[in-house]
């Protein structure tokens, strides 16, 4: 059984950060893409960042709309993703959802949301202006 524990959410002010984690259980981490994907009010769930890793190699993948601001890490041993986000904006105020792409092909990270077979319940983040 898989299963996705997000955490980390709150709320912050405009130019703050805050640090999400994703505890991944019943399944092999290593060689799994982890996304992170955001969904508010009224809006359609997003990619916001994805990463792979396994032992040829791995890459991270970013939206336009947070690259350079986020950054996507994850912890093997603990079988952990994580999403530091900077500079919060108050667009950036969402849902934020982990995610498990468990049949990944090395080097690529989706970005579509019918690539992911597992989420986590989610997360809040709210940022004031």
């Known amino acids: 059984q898989v299963q996705l524990v997000e955490s980390g959410g709150g709320l912050v002010q405009a130019g703050g950060s805050l640090r999400l984690s994703c505890a991944a259980s019943g399944l092999t981490f290593r060689g799994k893409t982890m996304g992170w994907f955001r969904q508010a009010p009224g809006k359609e769930r997003e990619f916001v960042a994805g990463?792979?890793?396994?032992?040829?190699?791995?890459?991270?993948r970013y939206a336009d709309s947070v690259n350079g601001r986020f950054t996507i890490s994850r912890d093997d041993a603990k079988t952990t993703a994580y999403l530091q986000m900077n500079s919060l904006k108050p667009e950036d105020t969402a849902v934020y959802y982990c995610?498990?792409?468990?049949?990944?092909?090395?080097?690529?990270?989706?970005?579509?949301?019918?690539?992911?077979?597992?989420w986590g319940q989610g997360t809040q983040v709210s940022v004031s202006s």
């Open positions: 990463i792979y890793w396994s032992w040829t190699g791995g890459t991270t």
């Open positions: 995610a498990a792409d468990v049949d990944s092909n090395s080097g690529y990270v989706p970005s579509v949301r019918s690539a992911y077979d597992y």
